[in-house]
């Protein structure tokens, strides 16, 4: 890598700024014209201005949400206080590479058994305390306790130890390599959060080390924040301060964007896009990552616990309808493995699950059924279209004798009410860049948020061993094993692959938007300026 190279890959993780590229470039002896075109090549926009107020529309948001980062919901508390307010040990950036964010750098031992993590220098939490090694090991371990019910308990079970070397250095002692452990430190479930003086963490203050500053929250109305004028990352961010405003409406939220009441808005109406692009004040960005919308079964509950209903039914499904008619082909249909085919060592299990109501009746025939019927709770809380969508399955169901009574939940409260309580419903993953991280948060026995309630010993026994298997022809081979478990016996059905659609005021500037979560890697607030 040459010196030129490395700056540029300095300015896209975001670690200096344009003028400080433009410094290092002009040393280097390159011209102003060609470092300018070189910043373009890179998905690096043009120098980001500071100033002005940011609103945003989000699609989630409950009066039941928690501030307490083990349990956010959805974007309402993930982009404002987790993509906003906080700092991670590590971030995915645009490219959906792993870097580092509060951690300087990261290096495995021991065959990836132990990752040893060094802090930045000059990170300070919101009250001027200087971020230590402590504080990381409280954070982790706000999720790891015995009664802990944080959604990635799971996912951080295979650290035996944390300790602290020093003031700045952190070391992870995990029962088995995994090559994959930084990705599992971007979570945003887990913010560096200062530590008590007895070793717990402490996320009731809102004091945190990210971008901006906490103002005030109204749980499913609102959320304000200002910037953080000691963010250790130079320049950033731009906005003088940022407001998050819950809309679950879909019609209202679009309004609110084309009225002038906020500046983006997430998940438009997809019927109406063409519409919203024709307006010459609003920009539209599409990108396609991991993110799939989902009607899981509970396989503990009749007639689910039946592999034959519920494979039934993944082929009275018609996908392609779907994708066409309600998403109007703005992704791409599922097969019932969550893996986005990005996603390093995914396979395309068989068969392809595709809709054919002979296949489904003779399943249901096999199980001792003539006809079936059961109820769907969907709100379009759950994602745009959920609705349609589940009136479309109802539709092409009922070939294969198939009554599907679509229940419509109200959206406010449907991740409290519904998901995870209802045998059958709706629901959205934004997905994750590995394997392992999605199979461990969804799939795996015991996790918190496994809503199929699947607990399949050869997939359990697999996943343990994939994670600690560093010969790559191995591991894929477990890989698609565990995909093809899931395609074949989870209560799992993947609609389709969905793009991230989102709508902007042109008065936005932004760099390359990131794919890993919606909202731009839920990092909105700190990523982007007013043009």
């Known amino acids: 890598m040459t010196e030129l190279e490395y700056w540029t890959s300095q300015i896209q993780k975001g670690r200096i700024s344009r003028r400080e590229f433009m410094g290092r470039a002009a040393a280097l002896g390159v011209t102003t014209a060609l470092a300018t075109t070189i910043l373009s090549q890179a998905g690096v926009a043009a120098e980001p201005k500071k100033g002005g107020s940011f609103k945003g529309g989000l699609a989630h948001g409950a009066t039941t949400d928690t501030g307490d980062p083990a349990a956010y919901p959805d974007t309402a508390t993930q982009v404002p206080f987790g993509g906003g307010m906080s700092s991670y040990l590590t971030e995915v950036d645009a490219k959906g590479d792993i870097v580092g964010d509060a951690a300087d750098s990261f290096e495995p031992a021991d065959k990836a058994a132990t990752w040893v993590f060094k802090l930045r220098k000059g990170v300070t939490f919101h009250n001027g305390k200087d971020l230590t090694a402590d504080d990381i090991i409280a954070s982790y371990r706000h999720h790891m306790g015995k009664d802990s019910k944080s959604a990635v308990k799971s996912v951080l079970a295979p650290i035996k130890d944390i300790k602290a070397d020093g003031k700045s250095t952190v070391v992870f002692t995990l029962d088995g390599g995994n090559a994959d452990f930084p990705?599992?430190?971007?979570?945003?479930?887990?913010?560096?959060?200062?530590?008590?003086?007895?070793?717990?963490?402490?996320?009731?203050?809102?004091?945190?080390?990210?971008?901006?500053?906490?103002?005030?929250?109204?749980?499913?109305?609102?959320?304000?924040?200002?910037?953080?004028?000691?963010?250790?990352?130079?320049?950033?961010?731009?906005?003088?301060?940022?407001?998050?405003?819950s809309i679950t409406d879909v019609a209202a939220r679009v309004n609110a964007l084309t009225t002038g009441e906020v500046h983006w808005a997430m998940r438009p109406d997809l019927k109406t896009l063409d519409k919203l692009k024709g307006n010459p004040n609003i920009a539209i960005s599409e990108v396609t990552g991991y993110g799939h919308y989902t009607f899981p079964m509970d396989v503990t509950v009749a007639p689910f616990n039946n592999v034959d209903v519920r494979t039934a039914l993944k082929w009275a499904i018609n996908r392609e309808e779907i994708n066409k008619k309600v998403f109007l082909g703005h992704g791409v249909p599922g097969n019932d493995n969550p893996i986005a085919p990005s996603v390093k060592f995914a396979y395309d299990p068989k068969p392809k699950f595709t809709y054919d109501p002979e296949k489904a009746k003779a399943l249901l025939k096999k199980a001792g059924m003539s006809n079936l019927k059961v109820d769907l709770s969907v709100a379009d809380a759950a994602f745009n279209g959920a609705i349609d969508a589940a009136v479309l399955y109802q539709q092409s169901a009922k070939a294969a004798g198939i009554d599907i009574n679509v229940v419509r939940e109200p959206n406010d409260g449907y991740f409290d009410n519904v998901w995870l309580k209802k045998p059958w419903c709706a629901d959205y993953w934004s997905g994750r860049p590995t394997v392992d991280w999605m199979m461990t948060v969804v799939y795996a026995k015991g996790a918190a948020w496994n809503e199929t309630h699947w607990d399949n010993p050869k997939f359990n026994d697999l996943l343990a061993q994939a994670r600690s298997e560093l010969d790559e022809k191995k591991r894929a081979t477990m890989y698609q094993e565990m995909q093809q478990l899931v395609h074949d016996d989870c209560g799992q059905i993947v609609i389709i692959f969905n793009n991230y659609v989102e709508a902007a005021s042109k008065k936005l500037g932004h760099n390359q938007v990131a794919a890993n979560w919606e909202c731009d890697g839920l990092k909105i607030a700190k990523r982007w300026w007013f043009a």
Request: overall charge negative; proline content about 10%; aromatic content about 18%.
């Open 183 to 245: 990705y599992l430190t971007s979570d945003y479930h887990i913010p560096i959060l200062p530590a008590n003086p007895d070793g717990s963490a402490d996320w009731q203050s809102n004091n945190r080390t990210g971008a901006y500053t906490f103002v005030s929250w109204e749980p499913g109305v609102r959320a304000k924040l200002k910037r953080n004028p000691n963010y250790y990352v130079s320049g950033a961010p731009y906005f003088d301060d940022v407001e998050f405003i």
